[in-house]
C-alpha cells in the first residue's frame, strides 16, 4: 500500500492520530442499537463527513457475521477505539453503520477482491480459495448479498443483509 500511495501521491488519513477531529453525530433515523452502545454519543471523524467512500473489502467469511464484505468495512472506520463493545450486537452495528454512511456520504462504492477468498474460521483463520472473482457496486446491500450467494450462504439468511434489506438500505 505504501508503495502505491506515495507513487500516486495519495493522501492516507490514520484515524488514531491526535489531528484527526471526531465529531458528535446524530442520525436522522432511529438506530438498532449504536445509541444504546454509545448513551454518551456516537462520534465520528470529521474528515469523512461530505466524503465519497469506496470500500475495498474481500470475499470471506467472518467468525461473528457469518460473511464480511463492503458493509463491515465500515467497521473500523466509523467507531473509535472503542467498536468493540459492539460484538454482541454486531448484525443490528452493521445496519447502523450503512444508515450512517448513507447520511454523510454522497457516494458510497465498493470493489470487492475475491480473487483468493477465504474460508472457515474467518477473519483470521482462514483457508484461501482461489475463485478468480471481483465484485463491484455501489449497493453495500446487495454486494454482500452476491459476495455470500458465491459462498455458499443464503443472504437473507444473514441477519445483518437481512436487516439492511429489510430497512430499505440496499
Same mark, same amino acid.
Given at each position: 500500500?505504501?508503495?502505491?500511495?506515495?507513487?500516486?501521491?495519495?493522501?492516507?488519513?490514520?484515524?488514531?492520530?491526535?489531528?484527526?477531529?471526531?465529531?458528535? =453525530?446524530?442520525?436522522?433515523?432511529?438506530?438498532?442499537?449504536? #445509541?444504546?452502545?454509545?448513551?454518551?454519543?456516537?462520534?465520528?471523524?470529521?474528515?469523512?463527513?461530505?466524503?465519497?467512500?469506496?470500500?475495498?473489502?474481500?470475499?470471506?467469511?467472518?467468525? =461473528?457475521?457469518?460473511?464480511?464484505?463492503?458493509?463491515?468495512?465500515?467497521?473500523?472506520?466509523?467507531?473509535?477505539?472503542?467498536?468493540? =463493545?459492539?460484538?454482541?450486537?454486531?448484525?443490528?452495528?452493521?445496519?447502523?453503520?450503512?444508515?450512517?454512511?448513507?447520511?454523510?456520504?454522497?457516494?458510497?462504492?465498493?470493489?470487492?477482491?475475491?480473487?483468493?477468498?477465504?474460508?472457515?474460521?474467518?477473519?483470521?483463520?482462514?483457508?484461501?480459495?482461489?475463485?478468480?472473482?471481483?465484485?463491484?457496486?455501489? #449497493?453495500?446491500?446487495?454486494?454482500?448479498?452476491?459476495?455470500?450467494?458465491?459462498?455458499?450462504?443464503?443472504?437473507?439468511?444473514?441477519? =445483518?443483509?437481512?436487516?439492511?434489506?429489510?430497512?430499505?438500505?440496499?
Amino acid at each position: 500500500q505504501k508503495y502505491v500511495t506515495e507513487k500516486y501521491n495519495v493522501h492516507c488519513m490514520y484515524l488514531y492520530k491526535p489531528e484527526v477531529k471526531w465529531v458528535e =453525530y446524530k442520525p436522522k433515523q432511529p438506530l438498532l442499537v449504536l #445509541d444504546k452502545v454509545y448513551p454518551e454519543g456516537i462520534f465520528i471523524p470529521e474528515p469523512f463527513i461530505g466524503k465519497n467512500i469506496v470500500h475495498l473489502p474481500t470475499v470471506k467469511t467472518h467468525m =461473528y457475521t457469518t460473511t464480511t464484505g463492503a458493509m463491515k468495512n465500515a467497521f473500523g472506520g466509523l467507531l473509535s477505539k472503542y467498536r468493540h =463493545y459492539t460484538h454482541t450486537w454486531i448484525h443490528d452495528t452493521l445496519v447502523d453503520l450503512l444508515a450512517i454512511q448513507k447520511e454523510i456520504h454522497p457516494g458510497l462504492f465498493a470493489v470487492m477482491d475475491g480473487t483468493t477468498a477465504g474460508n472457515d474460521a474467518g477473519p483470521r483463520l482462514m483457508n484461501p480459495e482461489v475463485k478468480n472473482v471481483i465484485l463491484a457496486s455501489a #449497493d453495500q446491500v446487495a454486494i454482500d448479498a452476491v459476495a455470500a450467494r458465491l459462498m455458499g450462504f443464503d443472504p437473507l439468511s444473514i441477519r =445483518y443483509i437481512r436487516l439492511a434489506h429489510e430497512r430499505g438500505l440496499g
